[in-house]
């Protein structure tokens, strides 16, 4: 069946690197997205890739793409206190017509000063 | 702007009062979905609408319905709620041109149901 799974927790410091991992099951999903959720707020998509690529980088954010593993990876450099919040990890598979994206349960982020 | 926008943004109620939770895009997108969100499951789709008078169940449509009468809008609506319908729920919207469509998410909507 579907699943995406993503760590529950990740801290770090101020100015280090952050990597929140994902991994997915449905290996017809096209595109594979990664969401930023701040306290209160909705969801922001910060960044996807499509499945024929390894990587994609978008200023401080890295996407690690390893297809045959089905494991995603998001690369925050230089992480700052404003990048503390929850990071959702999202597939979209083609074979699903209802277009929905299926979700992991979310990385809280917490960057230490 | 190009947005999506949810109201309300908080409601408590109590069992058994309908409501409707609104939801409207500017972006002239065919496709829109309503998912929630609760601890430790993330997201999950509730109903969705391909285009307008068109929709059909998502993972989770028990207890839900909606109507897509005009392209901009898609309500969401609980016709007698119930407590286990407390959750943070959330508007999505998308054009449908086959592969790799952003899906536009509304600010949410937090409901508590008792």
């Known amino acids: 069946g579907e699943d995406v799974e993503q760590s529950l927790f990740l801290s770090v410091r101020e100015g280090d690197s952050s990597v929140i991992n994902c991994t997915y099951t449905?290996?017809?999903?096209?595109?594979l997205y990664w969401y930023k959720q701040e306290p209160g707020a909705g969801l922001q998509l910060l960044t996807y890739?499509?499945?024929?690529?390894d990587m994609k980088q978008d200023q401080r954010l890295t996407v690690l793409l390893n297809k045959k593993d089905k494991h995603l990876s998001l690369r925050i450099a230089d992480t700052q206190t404003g990048d503390s919040a929850i990071y959702f990890c999202?597939?979209?598979?083609?074979?699903?017509?209802?277009?929905?994206?299926?979700f992991g349960s979310g990385t809280r982020l917490l960057v230490r000063p | 702007e190009a947005q999506v926008t949810q109201n309300p943004r908080y409601l408590i109620t109590v069992t058994g009062k309908k409501l409707t939770v609104t939801c409207s895009q500017n972006?002239?997108?065919?496709?829109m979905s309503w998912y929630r969100q609760d601890p430790g499951l993330g997201l999950r789709q509730i109903y969705y609408?391909?285009?307008?008078?068109?929709?059909d169940k998502g993972d989770v449509p028990e207890g839900y319905k909606v109507s897509r009468k005009e392209k901009r809008n898609f309500p969401l609506i609980l016709e007698s709620p119930s407590p286990n319908q407390t959750s943070l729920y959330f508007c999505?919207?998308?054009?449908?041109?086959?592969?790799?469509?952003?899906?536009?998410f509304g600010p949410g909507t937090r409901l508590t149901v008792l």
């Open positions: 999505a919207s998308s054009l449908l041109t086959g592969g790799g469509d952003t899906q536009y």
């Open positions: 449905d290996s017809s999903s096209t595109y």
């Open positions: 890739i499509f499945s024929n690529m």
């Open positions: 999202a597939e979209s598979p083609v074979m699903d017509s209802s277009y929905k994206l299926i």
């Open positions: 972006m002239n997108h065919e496709y």
């Open positions: 609408s391909m285009n307008v008078e068109v929709t």
